[in-house]
Each structure stands twice: as structure tokens, then as C-alpha cells.
């Protein structure tokens, strides 16, 4: 945690420095552009937060299973054949890389009572109870692809009446997903969603035709209720199945459509608790995508301060600023880094704060007699060095290789979006 929060308070400085830095530049379009960019920035690194997850759903439809396939360990106990949700309680799932909080409830209609003590009459009302203490990010609603024609008005009806008291409570439209869990169950069952290749194609056609049918019947129920047709956001079949050997270590791995449903998340969720859940899941395109939006955030804040007619200043913040993105990818990635550590990073790829200042002042030296030309320059090669960190960063942490190649995506990319940068300016 102290190198999550060096990072967190060194990029916290910087965007502060940097605010102060543009306060003695004259207003204009620039410096406006810079502002929201580095509040987009503020809230995904700096404000980050846990994400937040209602799960919502019968006895037996999975919800421990789901949060320990979005977590890829066995953080929640699974029930078999009781209920093991003893009350509506918000718990905190911790790993190495983070924690996720989820409203874990006691299954909706479940015909027998927990082992454990609850000063709540009924699910609704022990569910309802910490859903005035916190706001949920969204609700997910669990049911078994075989119980969708089993009493799901009655479900629903429940959902309905959470999300409208959520809703009242905290003055927030909260999203709806619903997720339609052990696909692998249906038939034929024998048919490996999650490993298709060793499957004949014509059984995994009829089984995945199985899936779309579940989901279209799910979502007409849902559809033909108007006070949550608005809020719902998905209805996604999925397969959370994982089993576990005594010692910790996994036997099986049957997740199917868990990295789509974990997307579907990080679309709606509020900015400062994306990266946690994609830190969290370990899904290698979504943390190449996060990654991919810092990238540009601060290349285009690099880019805007080489642009500013300061001589020299601009060394100073854009270097900081690319130190953080390397720290902010690893971070990303589900490493943590020291700001030291980043800048030797820098260095492993042949960029260094020397460098990279000589880079911009020749470019301004070469075209000194045209003033706008020479900030055309600089911030072309601000914006692509920039650019070509970021990438070498994703390539390295969130793919794994090694630094010779980091090193030599780094050139490619920085030479190929500065010739881009150069040919869209003129």
C-alpha cells in the first residue's frame, strides 16, 4: 500500500503544480483543454476509490461464486446446499492488488434462514437496510439460466423495490445488470463454453443458442417493467464456476464471459473506481485500454504544455507527468511501482529527462525564425514520446516483455505519432 499511495500523492502533487503553472498562463483554449484533462485524470488516479456491487439474486444463483470469479481467487465462501449469506452486510474483498466492496445479500425468497443472526425480518428488509447506509455503483441481479422461468416476476418485483429505495435514499439512478449465471449448465452439458476448440462446432452453436434464448426471455421480463427497463444496462449469460484444492491453489477454471461482464462494470462505473476494478480482475484488454486513456490524457496534457510559449519550462512537468504514467500503467497492470523505480524504467528504454529535453529544445532551435512552427514541433514530439512511454509501459507490464522490446515499441511508437502529430497539424 505505501507505494500505491506515493503514487497516488505524487500524481496529486503534480496535477497541483501543475494547475499553478497554468494559473500564470493567459487563459484561452489551451489551458481550458489542460484543466479537463487533468481532472479526468484527478478523478481515475488521484480520487480512486473501491468499486461498489449490489449482488441481488435468489438462493443458489451464484453471488459468492460471481465475486470470486471478478477476484480470480476464493475471497467469498460458496454455499453448496444452505445459504450462506447470513444477512445483507456490504463486505470488503481483499486481495494483494485491492479490494472490491459488495453488498452480499441474503438470497431473495430463500426458503430457509441463515445460521446466523439478523435483526432483519425478511431479505428485503436486511438488504434495504445497508442500502441506505451506502450507494451502491450498480445492482447486479443473479439468476440460474434454468430458473429464468421459475418465479421471476417475484424476483424482479424485489429488485424493482431495492432500486427505487436506493434511488430515493441517495438521489442516484443506479444501473441494472442482469447476469444470467451457470450457462455451463445447460445443455449440452457435456459442451465446454469456456474451451470451445476441442468442441464439436454445431454442439457449441446449439448451446450458445441456448444462452441467447435465456437472455431474450430475461430481458422481456425485465423490459416490460418501466421502472427498471431504464436502468438496465445488460442481461449477459455467463459461467462463474472455479474449484479449489485445499492448499489454495485452483483444479478447475470454467469462467465463461466474465471479462465481458467486467467490462459492461467499468463502462458505467464513475470514473475513480475504474482502475480498482480492472486492477482487480486482471482482464489483459481492459488494462490495455485504462492504460491506453492515461496514456492520452497525459500526452495531450504534455503536448498542450510544450505548446505554451514559456522557453524551457516545460521540462519540469512534462517529465513528471511521464513518470507517473509509467507508474500509473504498472499500477494498472496490478504492480506496484516507486516513482524511482519508474524513472529507471524511463531509462531502460532509452528516455531519459536530458534526452528528451535536448529533443524539444533542437526542435525549437531548428525552426527559431517561426515562432508557431517551433511550438508545432515541441508538442508534436512532447505528445508522441509521450505516447510511445505509454505503450512501451502497457507492453511491459500488463503483457510482459521484456525490456529490448519495450524498448524498440518505444522508438516505433514514438517516431509513428509524431509523423502522424507533424501531418495532422498541416
Known amino acids: 500500500m505505501g507505494e500505491q499511495n506515493e503514487l497516488r500523492d505524487a500524481v496529486a502533487e503534480g496535477l497541483r503544480n501543475l494547475e499553478e503553472f497554468l494559473d500564470k498562463i493567459p487563459g484561452g483554449g489551451v489551458t481550458r483543454d489542460v484543466r479537463d484533462r487533468v481532472g479526468a485524470l484527478r478523478q481515475l488516479l488521484v480520487e480512486q476509490r473501491d468499486p461498489r456491487f449490489a449482488l441481488v439474486g435468489r438462493r443458489g444463483s451464484g453471488k459468492s461464486s460471481l465475486i470470486n470469479a471478478i477476484m480470480g481467487e476464493p475471497i467469498a465462501v460458496v454455499g453448496h446446499e444452505t445459504s450462506a449469506t447470513g444477512r445483507g452486510a456490504w463486505y470488503a474483498y481483499s486481495s494483494e492488488r485491492g479490494r472490491l466492496r459488495i453488498l452480499d445479500t441474503r438470497g431473495l425468497q430463500e426458503g430457509s434462514r441463515p445460521d446466523c443472526p439478523d435483526d432483519a425480518a425478511s431479505p428485503r428488509e436486511s438488504i434495504l437496510k445497508e442500502l441506505r447506509a451506502e450507494c451502491p455503483d450498480a445492482v447486479l441481479f443473479l439468476i440460474k439460466a434454468k430458473e429464468v422461468d421459475s418465479a421471476v416476476d417475484g424476483d424482479l418485483s424485489e429488485v424493482e423495490h431495492l432500486l427505487k429505495a ?50 431474450r426471455h430475461l430481458e422481456v421480463k425485465i423490459r416490460d417493467r418501466a421502472p427498471l427497463k431504464d436502468r438496465l444496462i445488460g442481461v449477459l449469460g455467463v459461467s462463474s464456476y472455479q474449484s479449489w484444492r485445499g492448499d489454495g491453489s485452483r483444479r478447475a477454471d470454467e469462467r465463461w464471459r466474465i471479462d465481458a461482464l467486467v467490462g459492461k462494470l467499468v ?19 481492459l488494462q490495455r485500454s485504462l492504460a491506453g486513456t492515461i496514456a492520452m490524457l497525459i500526452a495531450g496534457i504534455c503536448a498542450a504544455i510544450a505548446v505554451l510559449p514559456i522557453p524551457g519550462s516545460d ?101 509513428a505519432e509524431r509523423e502522424r502529430y507533424a501531418r495532422a497539424g498541416e
Not at 323 to 352: C, D, K, P, Y
Not at 371 to 399: E, H, V
Open 166 to 215: 436506493a434511488h430515493e435514499e441517495h438521489g442516484a439512478a443506479i444501473p441494472l445488470l442482469a447476469v444470467v449465471t451457470s450457462c455451463d449448465e445447460l445443455e449440452p452439458k457435456n459442451v465446454k463454453l469456456h474451451a470451445p476448440e476441442g468442441e464439436d462446432a454445431r454442439d457449441i452453436e446449439e448451446k450458445l443458442a441456448r444462452v441467447r434464448a435465456v437472455e
Open 267 to 285: 463502462d458505467e462505473l464513475p470514473k475513480e473506481a475504474r482502475v480498482g476494478l480492472v486492477r482487480l480482475s486482471q482482464i489483459k484488454h
Open 315 to 415: 521540462i519540469v512537468p512534462i517529465t513528471s507527468m511521464q513518470v507517473s504514467l509509467v507508474a500509473s500503467v504498472a499500477h494498472v497492470s496490478g504492480r506496484t511501482m516507486t516513482l524511482r523505480s519508474s524513472a529507471e524504467f524511463l531509462g531502460a528504454i532509452g528516455m531519459n529527462v536530458g534526452l528528451s529535453f535536448a529533443f524539444r529544445e533542437l526542435a525549437r532551435g531548428l525552426v527559431k525564425l517561426v515562432p508557431a512552427a517551433g511550438s508545432a514541433a515541441s508538442a508534436a514530439i512532447a505528445y508522441a514520446t509521450t505516447l510511445g512511454i505509454g505503450k512501451a509501459a502497457a507492453a511491459y507490464f500488463i503483457d510482459g516483455v521484456g525490456p529490448g522490446d519495450a524498448r524498440r515499441i518505444f522508438a516505433s511508437t514514438r517516431d
